[in-house]
């Protein structure tokens, strides 16, 4: 007789060979709106909650990506135009991203083996990659990976995969794009709708990653894991309305890491021979300052241990699977060392691990 567990965990852990990040680049839409600008807008379009006008103020982000400009998410749109918006404006974002990554790491697109692209706010077929490869000179029989539906945790999810992909000596180039933005439905009158309009932004990143020789990087990845929780599919994720993304997001998220999460993260580290005191720095996902509030607690951080993922929160609002690694770009930037854990959550509800080795 099968059972039913509560959760599961995936055990897939360390590498046969070293796996490096030998460039990385991040990428924004040309439009950069206040949080204050937001919050007027959505008191206009979601009178029934004026009395919440404080939760704006209070999400420790202050100046957001966008890439419509501001007066077109005041309109009602359908979802040709939401899609026709996101093929344009991901594909730019990814373009930007791929050429600076692959500038960073010092190859050329033909030296590229296989690239894998992720994403959770639009669709496109042929998908993105193949898209790009008519605008990036990449070679014939580039093997590709599209993935689509794993939300926030799509840019730590997809890191691993890609990192897998490269074991055996292969180039891999993994681009992650959300354009969050565009699931903004001014006929959705849900508190979800509004508070979504107060966290989400737009932007992409890209990492370059190579197995095997001399280390030369800027991170080794040590290990990968993750873990879902069952019975958990309304924590978050999408509803298909008739107009475009109808968001999904329970109140109850913080609350559930709180209780949930410890137990996790503890059996990956062991299962890495790894202790919380081992670990130089957190890369969380800021999913929102209640999520980072709510891990902070837990973990018994300091301000520091999580100053990367909310001065990202600060500067760019939760720009889902792009946001982790905009994190890890912050670490690298200002000069960490040492090992770090990369995390981040998406739906299903599961939760999704990296350690890496930065410098």
């Known amino acids: 007789m099968l059972t ?16 490096r990040i030998t460039g990385m680049a991040t990428a924004v839409p040309e439009t950069r709106v206040l949080q204050t600008t937001i ?30 400009p501001w007066d077109w998410y005041l309109e009602p749109h359908s979802w040709q135009e939401r899609t026709d918006a996101y093929q344009e404006h991901a594909l730019n974002l990814i373009e930007q991203a791929a050429i600076k990554a692959l500038d960073d790491a010092g190859l050329a697109p033909a030296d590229i083996d296989a690239i894998v692209t992720n994403t959770v706010t639009g669709l496109a077929v042929p998908s993105l990659e193949a898209k790009l490869a008519n605008r990036i000179a990449f070679r014939p029989d580039i093997e590709r990976l599209p993935i689509f539906g794993i939300g926030c945790g799509g840019g730590v999810a997809g890191l691993s995969r890609a990192a897998r992909m490269a074991i055996g000596g292969r180039k891999v180039l993994f681009l992650t794009v959300d354009l969050c933005s565009l699931a903004l439905r001014v006929g959705d009158p849900s508190i979800e709708m509004f508070v979504a309009c107060a966290l989400f932004g737009d932007g992409a990143a890209g990492v370059v990653l190579e197995a095997g020789g001399e280390n030369s990087g800027k991170a080794d990845l040590i290990a990968t894991g993750e873990h879902m929780w069952r019975d958990t599919q309304r924590i978050m994720g999408w509803d298909i309305a008739s107009d475009g993304f109808a968001v999904v997001l329970s109140p109850e998220l913080p609350a559930h890491l709180t209780a949930s999460l410890e137990g996790p993260l503890t059996a990956f580290l062991e299962r890495n021979s790894i202790s919380r005191s081992d670990l130089d720095g957190y890369l969380f ?17 300091s301000d520091d241990d999580i100053a990367h993922s909310r001065d990202v929160l600060r500067d760019h609002g939760n720009m889902s699977s792009a946001t982790a690694l905009f994190v890890l770009q912050s670490a690298l930037n200002s000069g960490a060392k040492g090992k770090h854990l990369l995390a981040a959550f998406g739906p299903g509800f599961s939760a999704y691990f990296t350690l890496l080795d930065l410098g």
Do not use: W
Not at 42 to 58: C, G, K, T, V
Not at 285 to 301: C, F, I, N, T, Y
């Open 4 to 19: 039913r567990p509560q959760s599961q965990t995936n055990t897939t852990s360390g590498f046969a060979e070293p796996v």
């Open 39 to 68: 919050a007027e807008g959505a008191q206009d379009l979601f009178p029934q909650f004026r009395r919440l006008d404080r939760l704006y103020a209070n999400t420790g982000i202050e100046a957001r990506h966008i890439c419509m």
């Open 285 to 301: 996902h800021p999913g929102g300052k209640r999520v980072l509030d709510a891990l902070q607690e837990l973990l018994s951080l």
